[in-house]
Nanobody, 118 residues
Framework: QVQLVESGGGLVQTGGSLRLSCAVSGRTFRDYTMGWFRQAPGKAREFVATIMWRTGSPYYSNQVEGRFTVSRDSAKRTGYLEMNSLKPEDTAVYYC???????????WGQGTQVTVSS
């Protein structure tokens, strides 16, 4: 069993910053990918970023490259998504997820709302 608990969402103004957390508990893995996704109202789920847990290697979508930073604290089993220079189009429910095999994301957080006002 793996559980992901997200926190850190909220309301910010354009240009503001926010840090999301994703706490992992349950079964451990030698390595895995933690992904971040978002879904705006009436829109499909969109890829945001990933981090390879063991190495910390990040990967970002074009939409957030240069503004968002993904990181993790392995001792706390917690991943972070630092969001800077936020724009209204970043408004969405943000989800973290874990892919333990490289095949698909099997475990998902409950989501946390990020709202960026104009």
């Amino acid at each position: 069993q793996v559980q992901l608990v997200e926190s850190g969402g909220g309301l910010v103004q354009t240009g503001g910053s926010l840090r999301l957390s994703c706490a992992v508990s349950g079964r451990t893995f030698r390595d895995y990918t933690m992904g971040w996704f978002r879904q705006a109202p009436g829109k499909a789920r969109e890829f945001v970023a990933t981090i390879m847990w063991r190495t910390g290697s990040p990967y970002y979508s074009n939409q957030v490259e240069g503004r968002f930073t993904v990181s993790r604290d392995s001792a706390k089993r917690t991943g972070y998504l630092e969001m800077n220079s936020l724009k209204p189009e970043d408004t969405a429910v943000y989800y973290c997820a874990v892919d333990p095999t490289g095949q698909n994301y099997e475990y998902w957080g409950q989501g946390t709302q990020v709202t960026v006002s104009s």
